[in-house]
């Protein structure tokens, strides 16, 4: 299933769960089939996505307001979630749903007193579908507050079999196999990496899987619950060995300008559009979604991957990324 689909169908599930939480003015009916009647009602929901990722987020919204009656508004927060969330919040004028792409920002929102615990029917659904880590993820202090709409396996280096073919190479199993690959396909006249330096979250992507393998699991964990500081020298060292990558501008599609105006898409289509530019892309395994749907790609033929690999030595990383709906407070009611 790809990317988009996927969220048609999981987001739609997940607005109808929340709407008896979410929605404000006369209580919501139960209409047939299980799905929420909501006509008359507003439902606003913020989220990270821009461009045509939100397009494509839009369709979900269209598709819930024709099953629900309802009229929906999108709002784009960018990277930077809890700033525009806690802006509006304290403006009063909080969406009713935000998408929330990590765990430690939904635990920030419960412990800053932003959300509002899931309702019965939703945590409900949670305890009948869902495997128990997932409501681990989306509680806190043994309050459900997050239900995870969607995840994504994030170790994988989307490749063009033609761009490796050309340069003679074959998928490697180590980073440093991977940098003598890409310095191959860069020889071989097309930049090794389309790299989506506009959006934050590719870059601390890129971090995660490198420190997750240098530094191990149990130094990942310490970093994740900040019992150890980003000037620790397993994260000096991590962010080093990224930067050697980055700072080849004959490895990076475009050099470091040339990322930092590159969204997702973007670098998607620099691999795999009609005029490519780079070899490989490296991020989560919705990049097959964009792949075929915008540009006609055959996954697994002329759109494949390769695990991110192994770093000094240490363990190819398996890093995953889930997003979780969150139903949030008005500012004007705290």
Same mark, same amino acid.
């Given at each position: 299933?790809t990317?988009?689909s996927?969220m048609?169908?999981?987001?739609?599930?997940?607005i109808?769960?929340?709407?008896a939480t979410?929605c404000?003015g006369?209580?919501?009916t139960?209409?047939?089939g /299980?799905?929420k009647?909501?006509?008359?009602?507003?439902?606003?929901?913020?989220?990270?996505?821009s461009g045509a990722?939100q397009k494509n987020?839009? +369709?979900v919204l269209?598709?819930?307001?024709?099953k629900?009656?309802?009229?929906?508004?999108?709002?784009s927060?960018g990277?930077? =979630?809890?700033?525009?969330?806690g802006?509006k919040i304290e403006g009063?004028?909080?969406?009713?749903?935000?998408?929330?792409?990590?765990v430690? =920002?939904?635990?920030?929102?419960?412990?800053?007193?932003?959300?509002?615990?899931?309702?019965?029917?939703?945590?409900?659904?949670?305890?009948a579908?869902?495997?128990s880590?997932?409501k681990k993820?989306?509680s806190?202090?043994?309050?459900l507050?997050g239900l995870y709409f +969607?995840?994504?396996?994030?170790?994988? =280096?989307?490749?063009?079999p033609d761009?490796?073919?050309?340069a003679?190479? %074959? !998928?490697? %199993?180590?980073?440093?196999?991977?940098?003598?690959s890409a310095?191959?396909?860069?020889?071989?006249?097309?930049?090794?990496?389309?790299?989506a330096?506009?959006? $934050?979250?590719?870059?601390?992507d890129?971090f995660?899987n490198?420190y997750?393998?240098?530094?191990?699991?149990?130094?990942?964990?310490q970093l994740a619950?900040?019992?150890?500081k980003?000037?620790?020298?397993?994260?000096v060292k991590?962010?080093?060995?990224?930067?050697?990558?980055?700072?080849?501008k004959?490895l990076v599609a $475009?050099?470091q300008? /040339?990322a930092?105006?590159t969204?997702?898409?973007?670098?998607?289509e620099?691999v795999?559009?009609?005029e490519?530019?780079? /070899?490989m892309v490296?991020e989560?395994?919705?990049?097959?979604?964009?792949?075929?749907d915008?540009f006609?790609r055959k996954?697994?033929?002329?759109?494949?991957?390769? !695990?991110?690999?192994?770093?000094d030595g240490?363990?190819?990383p398996?890093v995953?990324g889930?997003?979780a709906?969150?139903?949030?407070?008005?500012? +004007?009611?705290?």
């Amino acid at each position: 299933m790809t990317r988009r689909s996927a969220m048609l169908v999981s987001c739609t599930a997940v607005i109808l769960a929340l709407g008896a939480t979410a929605c404000g003015g006369d209580p919501v009916t139960t209409a047939g089939g /299980g799905d929420k009647s909501l006509a008359g009602q507003t439902v606003s929901v913020a989220g990270v996505w821009s461009g045509a990722e939100q397009k494509n987020f839009q +369709k979900v919204l269209d598709a819930f307001s024709e099953k629900t009656g309802a009229t929906t508004e999108f709002v784009s927060t960018g990277d930077n =979630v809890s700033t525009v969330v806690g802006s509006k919040i304290e403006g009063g004028n909080a969406p009713d749903i935000a998408m929330v792409p990590q765990v430690g =920002v939904l635990q920030q929102f419960a412990k800053q007193g932003w959300l509002k615990p899931l309702s019965a029917a939703a945590q409900q659904s949670v305890d009948a579908n869902y495997a128990s880590v997932w409501k681990k993820y989306g509680s806190v202090d043994g309050s459900l507050y997050g239900l995870y709409f +969607k995840a994504a396996h994030k170790s994988t =280096v989307w490749y063009s079999p033609d761009a490796l073919d050309q340069a003679g190479v %074959k !998928p490697p %199993k180590t980073y440093a196999e991977m940098l003598t690959s890409a310095q191959a396909v860069s020889d071989s006249g097309l930049s090794a990496f389309a790299v989506a330096g506009e959006d $934050g979250w590719t870059l601390t992507d890129w971090f995660e899987n490198i420190y997750l393998s240098q530094a191990g699991p149990e130094k990942y964990d310490q970093l994740a619950a900040h019992t150890i500081k980003w000037t620790d020298p397993t994260v000096v060292k991590a962010l080093t060995t990224l930067g050697t990558l980055f700072a080849d501008k004959e490895l990076v599609a $475009g050099g470091q300008k /040339g990322a930092l105006s590159t969204d997702f898409p973007g670098s998607v289509e620099k691999v795999f559009g009609p005029e490519p530019e780079a /070899g490989m892309v490296y991020e989560g395994d919705f990049v097959a979604g964009v792949a075929k749907d915008q540009f006609g790609r055959k996954i697994g033929e002329d759109a494949t991957f390769f !695990p991110f690999p192994a770093v000094d030595g240490g363990k190819a990383p398996v890093v995953s990324g889930g997003d979780a709906a969150v139903v949030l407070k008005d500012g +004007k009611n705290q």
